[in-house]
């Protein structure tokens, strides 16, 4: 009874102390609401959504009447002819998309950090981060203008001066690994990067100092310095991307590619098969299906990677 007693008085003090921080607060925390508000309607409502993933939804019954059909729409994924084509390739362009977006950023970052010059280096940083604010809508119809078979830059332009064949780029799938690669690169790189020159910025430059003084050269300096500093941001950045692993680019795989058939084998991923498998079947539960397994494949890849980050190096780990 006395445990019980002390208990209700002691939860009662901490309510009035969270209630008396958000008033001392109440200007912060009336600038945070609209952030607050926009997260729970857009990605916490939503999230009962998650029994359409397990039901034969019918709009007339609504979802609480629909019939259960437990992990019928999950073996949809997994059971269909496609299943291994569409999980490997989503597997393997995002995992070359996040090594080599990685590398470049980080080398471009270090090399807008030489620049001395405040004009030029606001220049280049928006230059680089513009295409990251371009819809894909735009990217697919500049893709498109590059290489159309008839009409395109890359056809008229460069190969048939070169006394080339013209190359029908929408009906060739071995060339897609290389187009969609760049594309990304060229339209994700740039908000990597001022990611990582921010974090440069921020460290102390007498280590560079220190370091010139000891006769390091550049390359040094990037690889003893820079990057063991900004390696917690690196990882952090690393660990978000593979949490998306699952999860590939719509707007990549289905505008730039303009949905061409003939590229399925190459360009089709878990993302484009259950959008034209929607339009076919109206299955919404095949599509809640995907995005549930989705998420929580990127939940135990996060979870997995950053215990190992934790072995290794506590104070980098994410959590």
Same mark, same amino acid.
């Given at each position: 009874m006395t445990e019980l007693a002390m208990t209700k008085p002691v939860t009662a003090v901490?309510?009035?102390?969270?209630?008396?921080?958000?008033w001392k607060y109440k200007a912060l925390t009336a600038l945070a609401l609209p952030g607050i508000l926009f997260l729970l309607i857009n990605n916490y409502l939503p999230m009962f959504g998650i029994f359409v993933a397990f039901k034969d939804l019918n709009y007339t019954k609504g979802i609480w009447g629909s019939d259960w059909v437990g992990f019928a729409n999950f073996k949809f994924l997994f059971t269909g002819n496609d299943a291994y084509i569409i999980i490997r390739n989503t597997l393997l362009y995002n995992s070359v998309f996040i090594a080599i977006n990685t590398v470049l950023a980080v080398l471009f970052a270090v090399?807008?950090?030489?620049?001395?010059?405040?004009?030029?280096?606001?220049?280049?940083?928006?230059a680089m981060l513009l295409p990251y604010f371009v819809s894909m809508v735009i990217v697919g119809y500049v893709v498109f203008g590059f290489l159309n078979p008839e009409l395109g830059f890359v056809n008229k332009?460069?190969?048939e001066p070169a006394g080339k064949m013209g190359i029908?780029?929408?009906?060739?799938?071995?060339?897609?690994?290389?187009?969609?690669?760049f594309v990304n690169t060229w339209k994700s790189i740039g908000y990597l990067t001022v990611v990582y020159l921010a974090a440069i910025v921020g460290i102390d430059p007498e280590y560079y100092e220190?370091?010139?003084m000891d006769g390091a050269t550049r390359w040094q300096q990037m690889t003893r310095i820079t990057i063991p500093l900004i390696s917690p941001v690196i990882i952090i950045m690393t660990l978000l991307a593979i949490g998306r692993i699952f999860n590939a680019d719509f707007g990549l795989f289905y505008q730039a590619t303009l949905a061409a058939g003939a590229l399925k084998p190459t360009t089709d991923v878990i993302?484009?098969? $259950?959008?034209?498998?929607? *339009? %076919?079947?109206?299955?919404?539960?095949?599509?809640?299906?995907?995005?549930?397994?989705?998420? $929580?494949?990127?939940?135990? *890849? %996060?979870v997995t990677v950053n215990t190992l980050v934790r072995k290794f190096s506590n104070e980098n780990a994410l959590f």
């Open positions: 901490k309510r009035k102390s969270v209630f008396q921080a958000i090399i807008l950090n030489e620049v001395k010059n405040r004009y030029l280096m606001r220049f280049y940083q928006s332009a460069l190969l029908s780029w929408y009906g060739e799938a071995e060339y897609w690994p290389y187009i969609l690669t220190a370091a010139r993302d484009t098969y $259950v959008y034209n498998a929607l *339009l %076919v079947s109206g299955n919404t539960g095949l599509a809640s299906a995907a995005g549930l397994l989705q998420s $929580v494949v990127g939940f135990i *890849l %996060v």
